[in-house]
């Protein structure tokens, strides 16, 4: 039996990729500034070693340290939206990438990750960080691949177009590449109860349905097309472009935080510590990803240099 491919979560929030690893993969290391976000990871992930740490400060040997065969990297995206400027490398929140990118040259050839991945907003693919990224990794020896993937090719009934980038320094599997599937029906991810008697908290006020009604994406749980927009960090705090409502016995309401996660692939066991506000989950889930489309990721990497080899979720 071949052995659990070791992996360092660069960037993991609460888990995104963690949720997607599955046995074959063991987590060496799980980093993020955030001690909200990683108190959520503990919660769910108890066995992984995550930990507390500046991206920014990080050396490449502390990075080699971890001795992982894959490195997946999700680093924040504003600096590549239009609503963050689009300011790319001079963004003060690209430093933590831009300092990975400056240490990742010191690292010996024998200490390199076999694999490394990065997931980000589409604007990414245009940005001078990923010219610097992707020259580097193929100085480094790296086949690369890049696509973008959204949940609803997978048949997922939710918009989430993100931007994947797969390093390999064994071939990459052709499985990167798949036929579309037809979409599940949104009900499969909701939380009836909710429907019959919503929480007061996620009730849209009537005024407010009055007043820009007419701009938000209101779905019908029923509908068999029925798929939402993208779940961004916003969802609660802005009420336009950050995600669809629904239709309930009441009126409108929000996406509970437990719906908008299985619509993102999380297990159905994923939690949150009881503590932690609605509007905190909802903003962690809207910086996190698509474990579904993680898994289609990780499919494209061979777990040995056989070009036949088995793939990390055969
Ligand atoms: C796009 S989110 C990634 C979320 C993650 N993939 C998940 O599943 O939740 C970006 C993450 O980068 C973290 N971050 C931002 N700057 C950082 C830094 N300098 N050092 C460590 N983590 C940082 C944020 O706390 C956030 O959790």
């Known amino acids: 039996m071949t052995p659990p491919l070791k992996a360092l979560e660069l960037f993991c929030g609460i888990g995104g990729f963690a949720a997607a690893a599955g046995t074959n993969i063991r987590i060496a290391g799980a980093l993020d500034q955030s001690a909200v976000a990683l108190a959520v990871y503990r919660w769910n992930f108890p066995e992984h070693p995550a ?11 502390e990075l080699a340290g971890y001795g992982a065969d894959l490195w997946w990297l999700s680093p924040p995206c504003q600096p590549y939206t239009v609503r963050g400027r689009k300011r790319d490398l001079d963004d003060p929140r690209a430093r933590s990438l831009g300092h990975l990118l400056a240490v990742f040259p010191e690292i010996p050839p024998d200490r390199l990750p076999i694999h490394l991945a990065l997931e980000n907003v589409p604007g990414f693919a245009l940005s001078q960080a990923r010219d610097r990224l992707t020259s580097l990794l193929l100085k480094r020896g790296y086949q690369i691949r890049e696509r973008h993937l959204c949940p609803t090719e997978l048949g997922i009934p939710s918009r ?30 909701l939380d009836l109860s909710l429907n019959d008697d919503p929480p007061p908290e996620l009730l849209l006020a009537p005024e407010v349905l009055t007043r820009f009604g007419d701009g938000f994406r209101i779905l019908d749980p029923d509908e068999d097309t029925a798929y939402t927009t993208c779940f961004t960090g916003g969802y609660g705090k802005s009420l336009m472009h950050a995600g669809s409502y629904l239709r309930c016995r009441d009126g409108v309401r929000h996406f509970a935080p437990h719906e908008i996660a299985r619509l993102l692939g999380f297990p159905v066991s994923f939690r949150f510590p009881e503590k932690l506000s609605l509007r905190k989950r909802w903003k962690l889930l809207g910086n996190s990803l698509s474990v579904c489309a993680v898994r289609e990721v990780l499919n494209g990497f061979s777990v040995h240099a056989c070009p036949t080899a088995p793939s990390l979720f055969p």
Do not use: G, N, V
């Open 51 to 61: 930990r507390q740490a500046d991206l920014e400060k990080i050396t490449a040997d």
């Open 160 to 189: 989430r177009p993100r931007y994947y980038l797969s390093a390999s320094r064994l071939p990459l599997r052709p499985s990167f590449s798949f036929e579309e599937r037809p979409l599940r029906p949104l009900l499969d991810f």
